[in-house]
């Protein structure tokens, strides 16, 4: 075990960003001509990195696995963007929003690169705008604001339901005029599936074509990963089908520590499974927390009546319901932090308070608000007589302009209309906050290799805000990646192009090819599919919203046993050079079925709670935080980053200790 | 509930396709069309056969991957809705479902159901975006205020999710409501409005250039846009062409 340097700069962490900018190397724009870049994915930090490099004048190569860059997992994103723009005027500003995300984190995030988060977050909105993203606007043609869970101040930009789409648009714009210079050649349906080390740096990759099924080299001066995060090793969450962890695992085996792997967010408020078939769950924005008020019956007799579809939710007295949020935690009440707010689901369903016929399920219900806003308008209009029935309908008309293409997604899932009736939700598993261990630069333990967006795990420690998965994918690729690679790639000026016609290319090629054919030879019994939801099971079951000791190290042993089981019996139909989703499938979940391990593994070695990290045997016995999450200051302030040894579960820690300076560290209380 | 489908099996761009019947049984009404295709598969590799290969990534609705043709109508038969998150409950025990790629010169089938509308990015090259590059030192956001009502209809024209429903529905393969709606959004917005003209005109002759038909105002595309994109965006598309082509 080693502890690794951040690179973090010195100084006061106000000005730490600013003299860095000062004083970092610079190419000039004519060596830049002489330079290229892969990135690898096109969400919004591969995206927005890849248009910059571009526009600064460096060769850029990018590539997704999607049919289009525009259609990066970045796209559903709901519900905003954070900013510390203050145009609210309600106390916000840069040091409020880093302080709010260290918070947030539950003080596992690294300082410095929080508040650089911060403060390039005022610069992305101006940028955003600039570049044709239509936020929402009040009538003064300004734009708006709302809040989101963990702040007390109203920060977040948002367009509609859809700020991911919008500003993944952004970005694709900006790729698109730079592909149209020949600044960015654009690789669609491809997948890296290895990353090429000359000389101890990151050189190139190899990428399967996944069209023709070819496997092919490309070489570059440095490569980027904004390949997103790994939630999908759970089988069920709200990633989509294909994201996965393949890209920054390929970089793990080959030299990249992984960070905090267990760092996990289960975001509350998901539509609830179904049944068996079940292929992925839908999130419901957070920002429906801005209005919905979340409860369970107060008796459990009522819960059991609802579950055996005997009583409605509708039929309950205010008096008989649970809001236990707003009971728990006066103070922030329905916008707890994701991670709280998942916890306290979970024990009411445990309890035997759960809703649907599964008995995982609370409500979250409009029907205040819709009261609430139908007043409003019903004075701004002047009806001071209205009935009840003409203040719901306007108040209707407001929550639908805020959430309508929310409440159409629940209705069309669910077939429920929550306009009349309270919308069911569960936990699911959302973002996670590990990821590829990076320095201040963004760069990972291999030179020459980095790691951007939810790829990597530098800004949101233990627990993501909502709205910051957005900010950093656009920070890392606009503001902070453009200048940090220029430090690196400045002496690489007279290196000239790489040559992919050598032994490191031949042997990483091989190395794809090889288990490519291993894969659509083995003539197994299993689909892929069969494996995949095994390991979600396990996953789900002993590394999701609690963790304990006994069942971690029965995750590991399992998870061991089924890869094995995988190598030996999954079955691939079709041939490797074609067009073949189900080799696509098998490739990305025998990676997940390493990256599991490393997970349960990593949580085991955590002794305490934090953030997404609950383990049962760290909770707060007594007092007001009774139940609550119990940090480990003193043993456990630090970044767990895992060298790859050869078995995932005998990795080898490397630690980075956290250095506080300017946030105490202290019970994060939402009470 | 037992379904029969008949579903378009190609194995590659030079190959010719034809439909296959497939008979599938237990799917619930619960199962999204997708989950249901997922339920077709395993049937398939449990049978030793291939799978049917389809695109398909979020599952929300938003990515605009899902690209299936139903029953003769984009998407299915729901109105506002793509192909997952069409649900079962939208049909009937014993029902026959055909199942077919999108379909236009423009959109060549690379295997099965999963289509090629690289096109589609090509007409971005030609003009999505206005000319700004990232600086950081761009205008505070809030300088110039918009008023809402442009401000919204922008956002409506980018709800766009680029799936091309509505170049497989139109009788003549167009493509005006996708090109519309991105000339549309910038056209709406000051920071766009300086291109607008440039922008009309490359992104239409890319459009001509890549094979897609005309427009002839059946609004069919408008009636199968999973997103309600509005028919006022291609007419605000016309307007911005002309403009830029009786003012140059």
């Not at chain 1, 293409?405 to 899932?413: E, R």
């Not at chain 1, 936990?427 to 290799?449: K, Q, R, S």
């Not at chain 2, 037992?2 to 590659?12: E, T």
Request: net charge negative; proline share 3%; hydrophobic share 35%.
């Amino acid at each position: 075990m080693s502890t690794l340097d951040g690179k973090i700069p010195a100084g006061p962490i106000k000005d730490k960003w600013t003299t860095y900018k000062d004083k970092v190397n610079l190419v000039n724009p004519a060596n830049k001509r002489n330079i290229d870049v892969i990135v690898v994915g096109t969400g919004l930090a591969g995206g927005s990195a890849a248009a910059t490099l571009a526009e600064q004048g460096y060769n850029v190569k990018a590539f997704c696995y999607q049919d289009s860059p525009r259609r990066a997992h970045s796209i559903a994103a709901q519900g905003g963007i954070n900013a510390a723009k203050n145009y609210q005027g309600d106390g916000d500003s840069v040091y409020r929003l880093f302080y709010d995300t260290v918070k947030g984190g539950d003080y596992r995030s690294r300082e410095a690169n929080v508040h650089r988060l911060a403060e390039v977050s005022t610069n992305i909105i101006d940028q955003c705008v600039a570049q044709g993203v239509p936020f929402a606007r009040d009538y003064g043609g300004l734009l708006d604001n709302r809040s989101f869970g963990g702040v007390l101040v109203s920060r977040t930009f948002y367009a509609k339901g859809q700020t991911g789409q919008q500003l993944l648009l952004g970005a694709y714009s900006a790729m698109n005029r730079q592909i149209a210079r020949g600044k960015i050649k654009m690789y669609n349906r491809h997948e890296m599936l290895d990353v090429v080390i000359v000389d101890g740096k990151a050189r190139g990759i190899i990428a399967r074509n996944l069209v023709t099924g070819e496997i092919e080299r490309h070489s570059a001066h440095a490569v980027v990963l904004g390949t997103g995060g790994y939630g999908n090793v759970f089988y069920l969450s709200t990633n989509a089908m294909g994201s996965n962890v393949t890209a920054g695992w390929k970089a793990h085996k080959r030299g990249a520590h992984f960070a905090n792997p267990c760092y996990t967010q289960i975001h509350p408020t998901c539509i609830p499974r179904s049944g068996d078939y079940q292929s992925k769950l839908t999130l419901m924005s957070e920002s429906l927390r801005n209005d919905g008020r979340i409860w369970v019956p107060a008796k459990k007799e009522d819960a059991q009546a609802i579950r055996d579809g005997k009583l409605k939710p509708t039929e309950i007295k205010e008096e008989d319901r649970d809001y236990y949020l707003e009971r728990r935690y006066p103070a922030f009440g329905n916008l707890v932090p994701r991670d709280v707010a998942s916890r306290a689901a979970k024990e009411r369903c445990d309890e035997g308070y759960g809703v649907n016929a599964t008995g995982e399920a609370v409500y979250l219900d409009f029907a205040a608000a819709i009261v609430r806003y139908g007043k409003e308008q019903a004075t701004i209009k002047g009806e001071n007589n209205a009935t009840e029935s003409r203040i719901r309908e306007l108040g209707k008309e407001i929550v639908k302009a805020k959430y309508g293409n929310l409440f159409d997604m629940y209705k069309q899932i669910v077939a429920d209309n929550p306009y009349e009736t309270p919308m069911m939700i569960y936990p699911a598993v959302h973002y996670t906050m590990g990821g590829i261990w990076v320095d201040y630069n963004l760069m990972t333990t291999i030179p020459g290799c980095y790691a951007i967006g939810e790829a990597n795990f530098s800004d949101h420690g233990a627990n993501r805000l909502g709205a910051s998965a957005l900010m950093q994918g656009l920070a890392d690729g606009y503001f902070v990646l453009p200048y940090t690679i220029g430090d690196y790639l400045s002496s690489d000026i007279r290196t000239g192009k790489i040559s992919t016609d050598t032994k490191e290319f031949e042997e990483a090629e091989k190395h794809v090819k090889d288990r490519i054919e291993g894969l659509v030879n083995n003539n197994g019994t299993h689909s892929v599919d069969y494996y995949h939801r095994k390991l979600g099971d396990i996953m789900w079951n002993k590394c999701g919203m609690a963790r304990n000791e006994k069942g971690l190290k029965e995750a590991i042993k399992e998870i061991s046993e089924l890869r094995d089981d995988f190598w030996k019996n999954v079955s691939v139909p079709g041939g490797a050079y074609e067009l073949n989703q189900e080799l696509e499938k098998a490739g990305r979940v025998a990676d997940f079925l390493e990256l599991g391990e490393l997970f349960a593994k990593d949580a085991l070695e955590r002794n305490e709670s934090c953030g997404g990290h609950f383990r049962e045997e760290y909770v707060e016995k007594s007092g007001e935080q009774k139940g609550e999450a119990l940090r480990d200051d003193k043993n456990y302030a630090f970044v767990s980053a895992w060298q790859h040894t050869g078995v995932p579960s005998e990795a080898l820690l490397h630690k980075e200790e956290l250095q506080f300076n300017d946030i105490e560290l202290k019970q994060r209380s939402y009470k | 509930m037992n379904l029969n489908l008949k579903v378009w099996r190609q194995d590659s761009p030079q190959e010719k396709g034809k439909m296959v019947d497939y008979q599938l049984g237990g799917i619930s009404e619960h199962m999204s069309f997708l989950e249901m295709m997922d339920v077709l598969n395993q049937q398939l590799i449990d049978n030793g056969e291939r799978p049917v290969a389809f695109d398909h990534d979020c599952r929300e609705g938003i990515c605009g991957s899902c690209s299936m043709f139903i029953n003769g109508e984009a998407h299915g038969p729901v109105k506002g809705t793509t192909t997952c998150q069409l649900h079962m409950r939208s049909f009937n025990d014993g029902d026959t479902i055909f199942i077919e790629p999108f379909r236009a010169n423009a959109f060549p089938v690379l295997k099965d159901l999963v289509i090629d509308r690289s096109a589609f990015d090509r007409i971005q090259h030609s003009g999505g975006y206005i000319s700004v590059n990232t600086s950081g030192n761009t205008q505070d956001a809030n300088a110039t205020p918009i008023p809402k009502e442009n401000a919204d209809l922008a956002m409506d024209a980018a709800t766009c999710i680029g799936c091309g429903a509505c170049v497989a529905t139109c009788k003549n393969s167009s493509a005006m409501l996708f090109v519309g709606a991105k000339i549309s959004q910038y056209a709406l917005l000051p920071q766009g409005k300086v291109e607008a003209k440039e922008r009309a005109q490359n992104m239409v002759a890319q459009m001509d250039s890549e094979g897609f038909g005309n427009c002839t105002n059946t609004g069919a595309c408008e009636v199968e846009c999973p997103k309600g994109i509005s028919l006022t965006n291609i007419a605000r598309m016309n307007r911005e062409f002309l403009d830029g082509s009786v003012n140059s």
